[in-house]
């Protein structure tokens, strides 16, 4: 109702506004036509009386039209259709990972070939060369030789050395083989001096020792499938050694061993065929092994048990049958952080001219061969991890020996060593720490502490209580690394040979013979390298920093400070 009024209302607007603009403009067409017209006589008015429109509601519903709803033709639109020829997509599965392609790094050139040379404070002078095929996965070979020497101020304190091996390794799709010939020469001289007197050596005699090795192995290859396949290796050992005093050793070693897996257990053997000669100025003897270990092994969510015998036979000159247990076990108490193990066993040692004189040098002639037997060993320990990057084990071990084997001075020459023999019991504390942070910094330590106890001898002669090493390595920058070692040995105890003097009296329980303490020592050294560029790099080391000239071996002091420098290139 309200929106009609409003109709009505503009409605009678607009009817009086066009009302009176018509009278306006009759009125101004009267005016002038009288204006126009006064020169006639007759005058003519004319009046028009207009009123207000007053419109009503009805005159408004006039103008009102509705639509014929009664018209039904139908009306057909006309539509254009543009086809596309488009695969269907389904969104509704997981697409594949499309691949992105990334750039290709340059691999690093690696050099196979490496040469080193240097010069010392003490005369000393040293070249090393290595010598390798290429980055071939089934077969590498190549050629080492090293040469060290150094002259001390003692006369005739002089020693050389020098090694030369060829080697080649074959991996095949099922066997792997490896080969090496080595050449060892030592050279040095019985310098041995006794600042009390008791002995001359003015002419100290030379003594040069020649080693030829040859060792062949062969194994087979076996993957994570094959786990419950035959394993099998065997391997050949020979060498001939000789020295200035006609001393001969030769020596022929075959081992073998083989297991397989049958579910949580597995079966092996190993086998042992060991043939040695030797040969002095008074004597010729063979010292013969075969050693037979069959065993049992059983693997465990938490566990590892093995259970075995050690069967050895000694045939040659010396004849004994024996046989030890072997057993182990491993147990983690905390996965990745703490494991507790045990051992017990026994075995026969082979003594060999081969071994004598590389831990001592100033070996005498026809030494005593014996072979070195553990009739029980026990042993136990804890290994794990303390941090993700350091390691650490510590082990107690008791030993029953027979045959525990020292060093003597001769009795004539004092400066030249004899081997003697005595049962003992040896009680072993070891403990190893292991850490390596990064390829920046590594450390590790190891001490050993023996408490012996012999049948006959009051002291193990030469053999320390304590021996303390430790070597570190730092990365300063990328061309510069520091290498410092420390090794500490307590003191020691050495037995002196005399004879009793035929014209002086003696009483009852007299012995002639002395004991020596060897005081105990630090060794420190220190070493920088420098990598000028990725082929030449130089070198410098420093041992015994403190210049100590202690002894290991009586009546032969050590070098006391040395210092080394060169330089290397790879190629």
Same mark, same amino acid.
């Given at each position: #109702?309200?929106?009609?009024?409003? +109709?009505?209302? /503009?409605?009678?607007?607009?009817? #009086?506004?066009?009302?009176? *603009?018509?009278?306006?403009?009759?009125?101004?067409?009267?005016?002038?036509?009288?204006?126009?017209?006064?020169?006639?006589?007759?005058?003519?008015?004319?009046?028009?009386?207009?009123?207000?429109?007053?419109?009503?509601?009805?005159?408004?519903?006039?103008?009102?039209?509705?639509?014929?709803?009664?018209?039904?033709?139908? *009306?057909?639109?006309? /539509?254009?259709?543009?086809?596309?020829?488009?695969?269907?997509?389904?969104?509704?599965?997981?697409?594949?990972?499309?691949?992105?392609?990334?750039?290709?790094?340059?691999?690093?050139?690696?050099?196979?070939?490496?040469?080193? /040379? %240097?010069?010392?404070?003490? %005369?000393?002078?040293?070249?090393?060369?290595?010598?390798?095929?290429?980055?071939?996965?089934?077969?590498?070979?190549?050629?080492?030789?090293?040469?060290?020497?150094?002259?001390?101020?003692?006369?005739?304190?002089?020693?050389?050395?020098?090694?030369?091996?060829?080697?080649?390794?074959?991996?095949?799709?099922?066997?792997?083989?490896?080969?090496?010939?080595?050449?060892?020469?030592?050279?040095?001289?019985?310098?041995?001096?006794?600042?009390?007197?008791?002995?001359?050596?003015?002419?100290?005699?030379?003594?040069?020792?020649?080693?030829?090795?040859?060792?062949?192995?062969?194994?087979?290859?076996?993957?994570?499938?094959?786990?419950?396949?035959?394993?099998?290796? @065997?391997?050949?050992?020979?060498?001939?050694?000789?020295?200035?005093?006609?001393?001969?050793?030769? &020596?022929?070693?075959?081992?073998?061993?083989? $297991?397989?897996?049958?579910?949580?257990?597995? %079966? %092996?053997?190993?086998?042992?065929?060991?043939?040695?000669?030797?040969?002095?100025?008074?004597?010729?003897?063979?010292?013969?092994?075969?050693?037979?270990?069959?065993?049992?092994?059983?693997?465990?969510?938490?566990?590892?048990?093995?259970?075995?015998?050690?069967?050895?036979?000694?045939?040659?000159?010396?004849?004994?049958?024996?046989?030890?247990?072997?057993?182990?076990?491993?147990?983690?108490?905390?996965?990745?952080?703490?494991?507790?193990?045990?051992?017990?066993?026994?075995?026969?040692?082979?003594?060999?001219?081969?071994?004598?004189?590389?831990?001592?040098?100033?070996?005498?002639?026809?030494?005593?061969?014996?072979?070195?037997?553990?009739?029980?060993?026990?042993?136990?320990?804890?290994?794990?991890?303390?941090?993700?990057?350091?390691?650490?084990?510590?082990?107690?071990? @008791?030993?029953?020996?027979?045959?525990?084997?020292?060093?003597?001075?001769?009795?004539?020459?004092?400066?030249?060593?004899? +081997?003697?023999?005595?049962?003992?019991?040896?009680?072993?504390?070891?403990?190893?720490?292991?850490?390596?942070?990064?390829?920046?910094?590594?450390?590790?330590?190891?001490?050993?502490?023996?408490?012996?106890?012999?049948?006959?001898?009051?002291?193990?002669?030469?053999?320390?209580?304590?021996?303390?090493?430790?070597?570190? $390595?730092?990365?300063?920058?990328?061309?510069?690394?520091?290498?410092?070692?420390?090794?500490?040995?307590?003191?020691?105890?050495?037995?002196?040979?005399?004879?009793?003097?035929?014209?002086?009296?003696?009483?009852?329980?007299? &012995?002639?013979?002395?004991?020596? *303490?060897?005081? @105990?020592?630090?060794? +420190?050294?220190?070493? /920088?390298?420098?990598?000028?560029?990725?082929?030449?790099?130089?070198?410098?080391?420093?041992?015994?920093?403190?210049?100590?000239?202690?002894?290991?071996?009586?009546?032969?002091?050590?070098?006391?400070?040395?210092?080394?420098?060169? +330089?290397?290139?790879?190629?």
């Amino acid at each position: #109702m309200i929106k009609k009024n409003k +109709i009505v209302l /503009i409605f009678s607007l607009i009817t #009086m506004f066009g009302a009176i *603009t018509l009278h306006a403009q009759t009125q101004k067409n009267a005016k002038k036509a009288a204006v126009a017209d006064t020169s006639k006589t007759e005058v003519t008015q004319q009046i028009e009386v207009v009123r207000a429109y007053k419109p009503v509601l009805a005159d408004a519903l006039k103008i009102r039209r509705n639509p014929d709803l009664t018209d039904i033709k139908p *009306t057909t639109p006309k /539509i254009t259709y543009n086809l596309l020829d488009k695969r269907l997509e389904l969104n509704t599965d997981i697409r594949e990972l499309q691949i992105q392609k990334i750039r290709k790094l340059s691999t690093e050139e690696l050099k196979n070939n490496y040469a080193k /040379i %240097g010069l010392g404070n003490l %005369g000393t002078t040293l070249a090393q060369l290595n010598l390798a095929t290429g980055q071939d996965q089934a077969l590498q070979a190549g050629f080492n030789f090293n040469h060290l020497a150094q002259k001390g101020k003692l006369n005739q304190q002089n020693t050389s050395q020098q090694t030369a091996s060829v080697y080649g390794k074959s991996i095949g799709d099922k066997l792997v083989l490896l080969g090496n010939l080595q050449y060892n020469r030592r050279t040095n001289y019985f310098y041995g001096i006794d600042e009390m007197q008791t002995f001359s050596n003015l002419n100290p005699q030379q003594q040069k020792i020649n080693l030829f090795e040859a060792n062949a192995q062969i194994y087979k290859r076996l993957f994570a499938s094959d786990s419950n396949q035959l394993a099998f290796a @065997s391997k050949i050992n020979a060498y001939h050694l000789n020295n200035i005093f006609n001393g001969i050793e030769n &020596n022929v070693t075959l081992s073998a061993g083989a $297991s397989k897996n049958l579910q949580k257990f597995q %079966g %092996g053997a190993n086998a042992v065929v060991d043939i040695t000669n030797t040969k002095d100025i008074n004597y010729q003897l063979g010292n013969h092994l075969v050693k037979l270990n069959p065993y049992i092994k059983l693997d465990g969510d938490r566990f590892k048990l093995t259970a075995g015998l050690n069967y050895v036979n000694e045939f040659g000159t010396n004849q004994r049958i024996h046989i030890f247990p072997n057993a182990s076990i491993d147990y983690v108490l905390i996965a990745d952080y703490l494991t507790l193990f045990g051992q017990l066993n026994g075995d026969v040692y082979k003594t060999r001219v081969k071994d004598l004189v590389a831990q001592n040098p100033f070996l005498n002639v026809n030494p005593r061969i014996k072979n070195t037997v553990e009739k029980l060993n026990i042993s136990g320990g804890v290994r794990g991890t303390i941090l993700p990057n350091v390691g650490f084990k510590a082990m107690v071990k @008791s030993t029953s020996v027979s045959d525990f084997q020292y060093f003597l001075n001769n009795i004539d020459e004092k400066q030249k060593f004899d +081997i003697a023999y005595d049962d003992a019991n040896i009680l072993n504390f070891t403990g190893e720490i292991n850490a390596k942070f990064s390829d920046n910094f590594s450390l590790d330590t190891k001490a050993d502490f023996n408490q012996y106890t012999l049948s006959k001898q009051a002291y193990a002669w030469f053999n320390p209580a304590l021996k303390l090493n430790t070597t570190a $390595s730092v990365k300063i920058t990328e061309k510069v690394k520091l290498e410092a070692d420390f090794y500490y040995q307590s003191l020691t105890k050495a037995l002196v040979l005399n004879y009793p003097d035929p014209l002086a009296f003696s009483p009852p329980g007299y &012995n002639p013979n002395t004991i020596t *303490t060897l005081p @105990s020592f630090v060794d +420190i050294g220190l070493g /920088i390298n420098y990598a000028y560029n990725k082929k030449f790099s130089a070198f410098a080391k420093a041992n015994n920093l403190l210049n100590k000239q202690y002894q290991q071996f009586l009546y032969y002091p050590n070098f006391g400070l040395n210092v080394l420098g060169g +330089i290397s290139y790879s190629f």
